[in-house]
């Protein structure tokens, strides 16, 4: 049941609580990122829910200060292709064992949404070679030929318990994992735990740095996510991320995002509820994106 607006905003006040008391008792100011919890973010986030009548989850990690906004940041949401950023930072933490194990790709294997493997039909490609392609063009072949050399979705959500994150799951292959019906658990995340896992691989160590820079490399690469995050993003940031869309109205982006000066900001962001046109679920993220980096480009 998704609870109501009131409990909703008494969760988002506790949690401000916890995050400034320790703050204000060492005597050091509470920093912005704490401040716009209850400001531009959330407001965008229900502004979006109340003009669309979706639902939406958010979840920003300040990693400057450690503090976190968060909106429904623990309610379950289907990731869609974000899963891809996971599935090769698996292959990643398997070396070169596993990056350079070719795949033979055959017409069999090709899905809706795979531009660059239709093109490649007859020939092999390496694990390093699949993450490249699905990480730029949300390749859907690609995506599953990744996750059979790893040995299927279980394992890419093995490789996330391992990592400290007991609650995201992969369970199916593409295109499968896009059907998103609502409380079907399968497939799924929660802002809060796709943040905390995107910080870990990216930022603290669940990687080695070779492979960590490499995740980020082929993230920033990501040339189908223009109308999201990246429709907003303020002159001098850089972004690494990937989007997800599936049934119901799901929509989603994840994304490390470096600013010019300061420490870097993890996000999440998830909707679903009424399948409106993409450009106008795109737009409803860039919306929620620009408040982000209002409050954090000060």
């Known amino acids: 049941m998704t609870p109501s607006r009131t409990l909703t905003a008494r969760r988002i006040t506790a949690q401000i609580q ?3 008391l320790p703050l204000m008792l060492l005597g050091i100011a509470m920093p912005a990122s704490v401040q716009a919890a209850e400001g531009q973010i959330v407001a965008a986030a229900k502004r979006v829910e109340q003009k669309l009548g979706m639902r939406v989850g ?29 599935a090769c930072a698996a292959a990643l933490s398997g070396g070169d064992a596993v990056l350079e ?6 017409k069999a294997d090709l899905r809706p949404h795979s531009p660059v493997t239709e093109t490649r039909v007859g020939t092999s490609l390496s694990t390093r070679e699949l993450c490249e392609i699905t990480l730029r063009t949300s ?5 599953n030929a990744i996750l059979k050399v790893l040995g299927g979705p279980a394992e890419v959500t093995g490789f996330l318990r391992g990592i400290g994150d007991a609650t995201t799951r992969l369970d199916r292959y593409e295109p499968e994992v896009n ?11 929660t802002p809060q735990a796709m943040a905390q896992t995107l910080h870990r691989l990216l930022l603290d160590g669940a990687l080695p740095p070779p492979a960590r820079d490499q995740l980020e490399a082929w993230m920033a690469a990501n040339a189908v996510a223009g109308g999201l995050l990246q429709a907003k993003l303020p002159k001098g940031w850089t972004i690494a991320d990937r989007g997800g869309a599936g049934g119901h109205g799901t929509r989603g982006v994840v994304a490390l995002l ?3 000066q300061g420490a870097p900001l993890v996000i999440a962001i998830y909707m679903d509820g009424r399948k409106h046109p993409l450009m106008t679920r795109d737009a409803a993220i860039a919306e929620i994106g620009e408040a982000v980096f209002e409050e954090f480009a000060r």
């Open 18 to 20: 916890l995050l400034v």
């Open 58 to 86: 958010l979840s920003v990690i300040d990693t400057g200060s450690g503090a976190v906004v968060a909106y429904r940041d623990d309610e379950r949401f289907a990731m869609a292709s974000t899963f891809k950023s996971l």
């Open 101 to 106: 194990q070719t795949t033979r790709i055959t």
């Open 139 to 143: 390749d859907n072949a690609a995506a």
């Open 179 to 189: 059907k998103a019906k609502p409380g079907d658990p399968r497939d799924t995340t």
């Open 258 to 260: 470096r600013p010019p």
